[in-house]
């Protein structure tokens, strides 16, 4: 197992630079980050180039790329007119812990910005994941268990409809459902004062010193989690069902009926345990899937998360946030992936990993 683990750590690291250089490499060529910025047609062109001295683009791709990397000790340091180190390009390089500067939140470390945000994410998708796999783990047993029956068929037709709708339109759809059209129909009935069911957006109240615990919000997190595990619910329950019915036809299960086992003992102890396999396969991918996918979500719903700041970095062309969100995003990729197949073998004898 150590070997294993050892390998894969070791082929992640071209894996990592390769990541990095293809993700430089498209976000230097989706705009002009000064144009951005500035947002000044009339700036004269010294002024532009001061500017970008001062972001550190203003040198060839490649060099641009080893400074964020590894630092500038190498080169010359860029200096203002007044012939003083400026502080925002200045020896940085993510192999010493420095990712630079954000260009939108003048001088603030990507890091930080990132920190600050990323218990809104975890929040948000731990919640998605725990809701998501619990209701796919009883769906999907259900529908394995009365095979061709009610429960059976609308699973089906909610898998397609889960694997059909974007996330953005249905956490738009449920907005406008329990934000407008549900209040207005309720209130000639009495039944309210046409304000929204649900808050249409945002973490908790705009209060000071934050958000209160989450159990105090938690109608603030109904929507979005909704939205998030809407897709996994669909996909996972399928999943489950066929590899239950997969499990129920093995001669281990029949020899457990056949000895006079409650049915429960039968679907849980021994059809359930070995269907579940597959499921650690997925849950790796899932977890880093979960934080990609929610960059759309946390925009319909404004949710303060690192998803919301990645977007709005992306849009402003603010390469070190972005980088260190890639950076990041990476490592959890190749950390997610190495743990599913440490579950798999860990849950299935029959798998060594050598």
């Not at 953005?168 to 907005?175: D, K, S, T, V, Y």
């Not at 934050?210 to 159990?215: D, E, R």
Request: proline share 6%; charged share 15%.
């Amino acid at each position: 197992m150590q070997r294993y683990i050892a390998r894969r750590l070791l082929q992640a690291i071209p894996t990592f630079f390769g990541i990095t250089i293809i993700v430089y490499a498209i976000m230097a060529a989706s705009g002009d980050p000064i144009a951005i910025l500035a947002f000044d047609p009339t700036m004269r062109q010294d002024e532009r180039e001061r500017l970008a001295i001062r972001l550190g683009i203003s040198d060839p791709l490649p060099v641009q790329y080893l400074r964020w990397l590894i630092g500038d000790d190498w080169m010359m340091v860029d200096t203002n007119l007044d012939g003083e180190a400026d502080a925002w390009g200045d020896n940085y390089g993510i192999l010493r812990g420095d990712f630079g500067s954000s260009f939108k939140f003048r001088g603030s470390n990507p890091l930080n910005l990132i920190a600050e945000r990323l218990g809104a994410t975890i929040e948000l998708n731990v919640a998605a994941l725990l809701v998501g796999y619990s209701v796919a783990i009883v769906l999907g047993v259900l529908a394995a268990v009365y095979r061709g029956r009610a429960i059976d068929r609308y699973s089906r037709i909610f898998s397609v409809m889960g694997d059909s709708f974007p996330s953005f339109w249905l956490g738009l759809l449920l907005i406008m459902f329990f934000g407008i059209a549900l209040p207005r129909a309720l209130e000639p009935h009495g039944l309210g004062d046409g304000s929204p069911m649900l808050p249409m957006g945002g973490r908790c109240p705009p209060v000071r010193g934050g958000c209160p615990p989450i159990y105090e919000r938690l109608q603030y997190m109904i929507e979005p989690v909704l939205v998030i595990s809407f897709g996994t619910i669909a996909a996972l329950s399928r999943l489950l069902r066929a590899q239950m019915l997969e499990t129920i036809s093995s001669d281990y299960v029949r020899t457990a009926r056949a000895k006079g086992l409650p049915s429960h003992s039968v679907w849980i102890r021994h059809a359930l345990r070995n269907a579940f396999i597959p499921f650690t396969v997925f849950l790796g991918p899932l977890l880093f899937g979960l934080i990609g996918g929610s960059v759309v979500i946390e925009r319909v719903f404004s949710w303060p998360g690192v998803g919301l700041l990645l977007l709005d970095a992306a849009v402003s062309r603010d390469y070190p946030v972005v980088m260190a969100s890639v950076v990041i995003s990476s490592i959890l990729a190749i950390l997610a992936y190495l743990l599913s197949d440490i579950l798999l073998a860990v849950f299935d004898p029959r798998v060594r990993l050598q």
